[in-house]
């Protein structure tokens, strides 16, 4: 009678235990840029697309909060973010700053708010960018389109840029075609450093660098100030000189670029130009 009584609760045990929810493993995320489409979280800081971007254990915010040290913790829910900003750290808020937030299941998406005093400004399920081609379309990296046609016309490229709406007529034909505006450049920015590239080169390479270096493509009309090591609306040659790391392999119409930037440790020389080398925008490092 005893054993039938163990072999029971024996039996009932394992039903039990085999009818219970599995644990969910904790959600750890390399972080990435999110992107907050139409809004910006800081008073005062502009209009248009703010930035949170999440480099561990480093986080900023674009419109005024920059890189600090945050606490991430991997949870069944996704990874916690919390970041704490000292006073007056964060242009436009006073007191010291927060970021709580969560990067969702999957890791691609973020919510949270950013808190100060007299302060909060909540965001939900915003999107990670992760460059030309994943639908969302990110000013920061020189994006004007993403999948979808700009306006009738003007079709987006694969560069995520908007073709012109001009039209030329063929001699003899009469059919309309469409023609591309001419080649202009954009101004890519990493920390302390910049560069000026053709449209399509500025976005691949900023892309392609390290979160660490927090590049982004500056808006149309700035160029690369290397004194001031940032985009900016003069031109002036930095002191110093990285070569931007491009290989021909990677099938860039103009690969060769350098860094304009006053950081010593960057080079010996400016960048200087090499007219009819790689096109109008190739450069090089130049000797001391």
């Known amino acids: ?31 990435g ?13 502009g209009n248009g697309t703010d930035a949170i971007t999440i480099a561990p254990p480093t986080v900023s915010v674009a419109s005024g909060c920059p890189s600090v040290t945050a606490v991430l913790k991997a949870t069944p829910g996704g990874m916690r973010v919390h970041a704490v900003w000292p006073a ?36 939900t399920d915003v999107p990670l960018s992760t460059g030309c081609g994943d639908g969302v379309v990110d000013p920061g990296l020189g994006e004007e389109c993403d999948g979808a046609d700009c306006s009738p016309g003007r079709p987006c490229t694969d560069h995520c840029l908007c073709t012109g709406d001009t039209t030329t007529t063929v001699p003899g034909v009469g059919t309309p075609t469409t023609t591309l505006p001419p080649v202009s450049t954009r101004c890519c920015q990493a920390v302390g450093a910049c560069f000026d590239a053709n449209p399509a080169d500025a976005q691949a390479t900023c892309a392609a660098l390290p979160a660490a270096s927090h ?32 290989s021909t392999s990677q099938g860039f119409p103009h690969p060769q ?18 007219p009819g080398a790689c096109g109008p925008d190739s450069q090089t490092c130049g000797g001391p």
Do not use: N, W
């Open 215 to 246: 590049a982004s493509v500056a808006p149309a009309g700035e160029v690369c100030d290397g004194v001031a090591g940032m985009c900016g609306a003069v031109k002036k040659v930095g002191p110093h000189c990285c070569q931007c790391p491009v």
């Open 1 to 31: 009678m005893l054993s039938r009584r163990l072999a029971a609760i024996g039996a009932t045990a394992l039903l039990l235990a085999s009818a219970a929810p599995a644990k969910k493993a904790p959600v750890s995320c390399p972080g």
């Open 257 to 274: 670029y350098c860094f304009d930037t006053s950081i010593t440790s960057c080079g010996q020389g400016p960048c200087e130009q090499v």
């Open 88 to 123: 007056s750290a964060c242009a436009g808020l006073k007191g010291r700053a927060q970021l709580k937030a969560r990067i969702l299941p999957g890791c691609r998406r973020l919510s949270g708010a950013l808190v100060a005093r007299k302060f909060k400004k909540a965001f």
């Open 33 to 45: 840029r999110f992107l907050i489409a139409g809004r910006r979280l800081i008073p005062g800081s």
